[in-house]
Each structure stands twice: as C-alpha cells, then as structure tokens.
C-alpha cells in the first residue's frame, strides 16, 4: 500500500478552540455545509433544508455506560483499614459473557478488558467499593485482576447482590467517561449532554458525537419532511481517541469494534443506495464494513485493509442481499459482527453518499476518513471553520459533508 505521512493531516488545533461544554440549545451549534467544492454554513437546527426527502439517515443507537470506576486502595492499620491509593478502573469491553447486553444484565461475576490507572499501587490482591444504590442500600463491588493483555488488564467484577444486574451496579457506582481531551471532571450535567437522544442500547465508552446536536424536534422536522432515518449500533470503544503515532498511518493499528445491524436496517439501504447519510463516523465505519462482511457472512469480521487487498466487482446491493440470505438461512433478526477497518484517502465507498460528522483532532484516523470522503477538500473545510469561529471535537460544532465524485 502507498505511504500516508499522518504529519500531512495536520492543522494548528488550539486549546481555546475544543469546546469543554456544548452549548445550552443542542441544535443550535453551527452547521458547516460542504458540496462539490462549495463552503457555507447555517444552524443544524436547519439541516432539513439541506437534506433531499429521499435521503436515508442512519444513526448509531448506541449509549454511553458509566464505564469509570474509582477504587481506593484499603491498607490496615492496627484494627482497622485506612482509604489509601486511589486506582481508576476503565471498562473497555466485555470478555465474559462477550456478549455487551448478556454482560450487562448479569446477575453473576463478568471479566471486562481495562485499562488500569495508577497501576503499580495495586500489585496483588482485589479491589472493594462500597456502592450506594438509588433505594439508599449499600452493594460491595470487587475488582480482581486476572491477567494483562499489552496495555490492559482482565478484570474481574464481582457484586455482593445477586438481584442486582452489572449494569445497575456499574450505573451507581461509575463515572461517565469524557473525552480526555476536555481536560476536566464529569459533571452531573454531562450524563445528559453527552448522550444522544436516541441513544438506548448500552455499551460505549465515548459517545458518537455527530449525533449529539439532533433534538426530538429536528427528528420531528425530518419525518415531516419525508426523511427516513434508521438505526444500528457499533459500540464506541477508547481507541477512538488513540493517537497515529507512526510516521507512516498505514502502521497504526486499528481497534476491534462490535457491530449490531438489524435486518430491517439492511433492506432499507438497499432500497435507498445512493441517498444513504450516515450520522457520524462510527456509523460510517459500520454501513462501510457492511459491504465486505456480505462478501463472506459466514465469517462477519473486517480486517484493517481488506477493502485495500484486492479489486471487487461484487455490487453493494448483492453484498446485502448476501447479507439478508444468511441472517434468514441462520433465523437471525440481527447481524452481529465486528469491524477493524480502516477508511483513509484511496478507500472506495459502497454505500455512504452524505456524512454528518464533527471537527476531529490533527493526525487521527477520524481525519483520515474525512480526507478519503472528501479529497484534499478537507484542508479547506478546515481553514473555513477555524477562521470562522466554529468549535471543534466531541461538543463542538457540525458539519454535513457530501462525498466528493472527483476524488
């Protein structure tokens, strides 16, 4: 594959430009408009007037769980135990049960993979919290390391209420997980702000933020329009955040994403390929993955550059079609699968004509995929919002991109 030098995606991000906090009116932030070359901007409270009636909006359903936990270190004194080291606990993604939904409403012990804060404080022995329910009763949670695994570490949650479910526990005991880059505590309000409207299915570890500016009343105004939307889900891990540090991008490694697409989602994109707007990156990434997964769904797993290992002449609308085959052969509502892929400048896309996305950090594979959607466009896209007041990253401003044909 050809050389891509991360350091030609870079632009001069200040800090005064990354918003810590959205604004009070979701639907008010900016919206920058960008078609075949062509710069402007309005309020993504009017995106419906920049959406044809026979566009076909697709949104992650996905929600964000209370994935910190904050444990302090017991050490005994005498008779008694003194609070001591305080170890963060980062839940990334289910082991045991893998499944996130069985994970979740377990009553009994489940393993997640972590990242482990203040790591060398907690060299043996398990982790006690003390959790206080919303009835006032109070639940012992126990973290036990089991193994490490690079950078993260197999953790064991055990719960002293067999009547209680992990997600419960996790929804007392936790803390939402913001953006590192916001350089601040999570507050109360942050468990409303950073959570779509539509969110419902649990298991992120960032929210997909493209779709933090819809309010119930802009959905209201696109169904009135004739907009269709549908949903899917691709759980939002932390890598989302990990920097390219390879010269060469093509050296970064991707992270594993699960996906879960209902069959109704896929009858729909084929009934409306060429009006498919996807609303964020992560929805992107999925509807992308999609087309390859239908070329071997006995087997529903994308590699990082599998779209770049061969020529494809199967059609889209054959690769879902591929795709309902199986879930109706196997008696499944659902395709579950998951997706390492990579979309940089050179990718060819099968099913998304329009993006809804934010402004994404210098050097990041989420600005290497605006590059391939939009072509070298990107730099003027980019010199327009930081010249015209636009805030960037997760609660920043929006902007709806068409995908550029000349590219």
Not at 26 to 33: A, N, P
Not at 307 to 326: E, G, M, V
Not at 328 to 354: C, K, N, S, W
Request: proline fraction near 5%; charged fraction near 20%.
């Amino acid at each position: 594959m050809k050389k891509i030098l991360i350091e030609d995606y870079n632009y001069p991000l200040t800090d005064e430009r990354i918003a810590k906090y959205p604004l009070a009116e979701r639907d008010h932030s900016k919206l920058l408009l960008y078609q075949n070359g062509d710069i402007s901007e309005d309020i993504f409270s009017n995106i419906g007037d920049h959406l044809s009636p026979d566009t076909l909006l697709v949104y992650n359903n996905t929600r964000v769980i209370q994935a910190r936990l904050i444990f302090h270190k017991q050490s005994a004194v005498g008779e008694g135990e003194l609070q001591g080291a305080r170890i963060e606990v980062f839940c990334l993604e289910p082991l045991l049960p893998h499944d996130y939904q069985l994970n979740l409403s377990s009553p009994a012990p489940v393993v997640w993979k972590c990242l482990v804060g203040n790591l060398k404080k907690w060299k043996q022995g398990s982790l006690k919290m003390l959790v206080s329910m919303p009835d006032g009763k109070g639940v012992t949670l126990t973290a036990e390391r089991l193994s490490t695994m690079g950078n993260t570490h197999e953790v064991r949650f055990a719960w002293s209420d067999p009547q209680l479910s992990f997600a419960e526990i996790i929804d007392a005991a936790g803390e939402l997980p913001i953006p590192p880059y916001l350089n601040r505590r999570t507050e109360e309000s942050d468990k409303t702000t950073y959570q779509t409207v539509y969110s419902r299915i649990k298991g992120s570890v960032a929210a997909p933020t493209a779709g933090l500016h819809f309010t119930q009343k802009v959905l209201t105004d696109l169904r009135q329009r004739g907009i269709h939307t549908t949903e899917l889900t691709l759980h939002v891990g932390a890598g989302t955040f990990q920097p390219v540090k390879t010269a060469d991008a093509n050296e970064h490694l991707m992270h594993n994403e699960i996906i879960v697409v209902p069959r109704q989602t896929i009858a729909d994109l084929i009934d409306n390929l060429g009006h498919i707007c996807a609303v964020g990156t992560t929805s992107m990434r999925t509807l992308e993955s999609l087309y390859y997964i239908g070329l071997h769904p006995e087997n529903p797993f994308v590699e990082q550059f599998e779209p770049y290992s061969q020529s494809y002449t199967t059609s889209t609308a054959d690769a879902l079609r591929n795709l309902l085959r199986h879930l109706d052969e196997t008696h499944q509502e659902q395709l579950y699968a998951e997706t390492r892929i990579m979309i940089e400048p050179g990718f060819q896309f099968r099913l998304v004509d329009r993006l809804i996305t934010n402004f994404h950090q210098p050097k990041s594979t989420l600005l290497l995929l605006v590059s391939a959607f939009v072509g070298d466009d990107w730099r003027a896209i980019y010199d327009y919002a930081l010249t015209h007041d636009f805030r960037f990253l997760s609660y920043g401003d929006s902007s709806l991109l068409y995908r550029n044909t000349n590219i």
